[in-house]
Structure formats: C-alpha cells, structure tokens
C-alpha cells in the first residue's frame, strides 16, 4: 500500500469514515437542522433590531414562509434563497440592514453559504 498512513486511536460514533482518498457523501442529515437554526438566530436578530412596523411584518412573514419551506421532506432551496434575497432588499429599503449590519450580515451570509448554489444571488446582494 502506497500513499498516506493513518494511525487512529478509538473513536465513538454512530458512523466513522477513515479515508485516504475522496469520499463522497449523498446527503449530510444535519444540513435541515443547520438551515432551521440559521433562520431561528435571523428571527431572533431581527426582533433586536429597530424598523418601522410594516417592514417587521412582512419579514415575519417571510420568515414563516422560509419555515414552512425547510418543514418540508425536500426543502426548495432557490425558493428559500428569493425569500431571502426579499427580505434583504425590504430591510435595505427600511434602513434596518444598515442599522444593524453586525448582527444581521453574518447570518445571511451564512445562509446563503448554506444554500449552496441557490445563494449566489443573496451573497451578491451581502457583497
């Protein structure tokens, strides 16, 4: 055998991959729990930050939707990037992106990172 060596010591673990190689993996099962809790921290930013009444309920209400979205079996992750990529422009409009760009832009850019592909718009928009 030729290559790399491992010498690993115990592990515990549901499932351990050791490889040498590439190692593809269909489907990570804490990306839905990582995508709820992105926007849990988005909502609870937003209720610390000042804008006028109207703007916090429509981005309440894309919120619920982005929600619903990732309750389902396949989330559409382009469908929950336009979401996000809406709310970004209504909190711009209002002013409150700006006031609160320290505790907002890191989540957005992080969900965006998570959405993969279908984020590239609202990283654009982040930039």
């Known amino acids: 055998m030729s290559g790399a ?12 991959n050791n490889v040498g190689g590439d190692l593809n993996v269909d489907r990570i099962e804490g990306t839905l729990q990582v995508g709820n809790q992105l926007v849990a921290d988005l909502r609870a930013a937003l209720d610390r930050t000042p804008m006028p009444e109207p703007t916090r ?3 309440g209400r894309v919120l619920d939707e982005v929600e619903r979205e990732l309750e389902r079996s396949q989330p559409d992750k382009p469908r929950i990037a336009a979401r996000l990529e809406h709310l970004t422009h209504l909190l711009g409009s209002a002013g409150a ?12 850019g992080k969900l965006a990172t ?4 279908a984020g590239a718009g609202l990283a654009a928009l982040l930039a």
């Open 5 to 16: 060596q491992f010498n690993i010591g115990q592990q515990q673990a549901g499932v351990i």
């Open 57 to 59: 309920v429509e981005a």
């Open 97 to 108: 992106l700006a006031a609160a760009a320290d505790r907002l832009l890191p989540i957005l």
């Open 114 to 117: 998570w959405l993969g592909p």
